[in-house]
């Protein structure tokens, strides 16, 4: 049995793995992908999914269009010392890398929480720091509220009276010309099409695992969040407001739905995965979330690769 079925039989018992490191995630996003698994005995330890890329005659260890991590995913048991998690994590991650296929360009963002910075540049990595927001779901609606910023918890109140919020799946299409404005008027275009967002779209609607939170007014959407989830985390995917609308409190009310909701459905934490823009990273710190940091390992040893992005910036 190859690694990859192994890995499809886990995914299905295991409540562990990630949403995109789910195999029917990974076929979207991926034309093709394997997976290192890494063993301790007889029990799975670890496992690490990656996207098979060739490009230019090389080949390419990167994050997917449209996936904000990728493992290494480390199975901890019940009965370890908590004085050996470490030493756990790090055996089971360099078991991972060495599995992995000898790359020249790498450029992969691996999930919060991951500390082994050392294996990484040992591995001739080079680790870029990265940051998001974590909003534990275990406390009261009440107290998650509180956490919140004064002027966040306003507009909240105030959009709970302007805007109806739907779960509308069918209005996909306007986030996608949303962001696509927004974007222009930053001189930026989106790095992905909407053929590729519909087919992710799909695929978390035949797995339960998203919804897509439409704010109206009257008849005119003014904003729009698209949340997914696995069994533990919620994820902020992504958003857009109507650029002809000026009701910037719709944005606000989406986000504090979409917490609530991930709180009924029983998960634990709200990831808000962050930005490095100024004015986005404003506005998620205001949600009361825990600032969390998290690696992208990136490597360019390739002429070719480093002369194809200086021409194709």
Same mark, same amino acid.
């Given at each position: 049995?190859? *690694? ?7 995914? #299905? ?7 995109? #490191? ?6 979207? !996003? ?13 029990? $799975? ?21 449209? %996936? ?5 995913? !480390? ?16 055996? %089971? !991650? ?16 691996? /999930? ?5 910075? +050392? ?15 974590? !909003?534990?779901?275990? #406390? ?59 087919? $992710? ?15 109206? #007014? ?8 698209? /949340?997914?989830?696995? *069994? ?32 009924? /459905? +029983?998960? %634990? ?18 949600? +009361? ?25």
């Amino acid at each position: 049995m190859s *690694n990859k079925d192994i890995y499809k039989q886990l995914c #299905e018992t295991s409540k562990e793995i990630p949403l995109f #490191e789910q195999p029917w995630w990974l076929d979207v !996003v991926c034309k093709q992908w394997d997976v290192a698994i890494a063993r301790k005995g007889d029990r $799975i330890a670890g496992t690490w999914p990656y996207p098979i890329e060739k490009k230019l005659g090389l080949t390419l260890i990167r994050t997917p269009k449209l %996936t904000p991590y990728m493992g290494p995913q !480390v199975f901890f048991p019940k009965d370890l010392k908590e004085s050996n998690t470490d030493n756990f994590e790090h055996e %089971t !991650v360099l078991d991972l890398i060495k599995q992995l296929p000898k790359s020249k360009v790498w450029h992969l963002a691996v /999930q919060p929480g991951m500390r082994q910075v +050392g294996i990484f540049k040992n591995h001739k990595l080079s680790p870029q720091v990265q940051q998001t927001f974590l !909003v534990e779901l275990n #406390e009261s609606e009440d107290t998650l509220l509180a956490n919140m910023k004064d002027t966040t918890r306003r507009n909240i109140r105030i959009a709970e009276g302007e805007v109806i919020v739907s779960n509308s799946p069918e209005h996909l299409k306007q986030l996608y010309h949303f962001q696509k404005e927004t974007l222009s008027k930053k001189g930026l275009t989106p790095a992905y099409s909407f053929r590729e967002m519909e087919h $992710i779209m799909n695929a978390c609607i035949a797995n339960d695992a998203c919804r897509l939170w439409v704010a109206k #007014e009257g008849k005119k959407i003014v904003a729009i969040v698209w /949340q997914v989830w696995d *069994n533990k985390c919620s994820y902020y995917f992504m958003g857009g407001q109507n650029p002809e609308s000026n009701n910037y409190r719709a944005m606000s009310l989406l986000l504090w739905h979409t917490i609530k909701e991930a709180k009924k /459905q +029983g998960n %634990t934490l709200f990831d808000l995965e962050g930005s490095m823009d100024e004015g986005v990273e404003r506005f998620f710190r205001n949600f +009361g979330g825990e600032r969390a940091m998290y690696m992208v390992l990136q490597k360019n040893k390739s002429f070719r690769w480093w002369l194809k992005k200086l021409i194709f910036k």
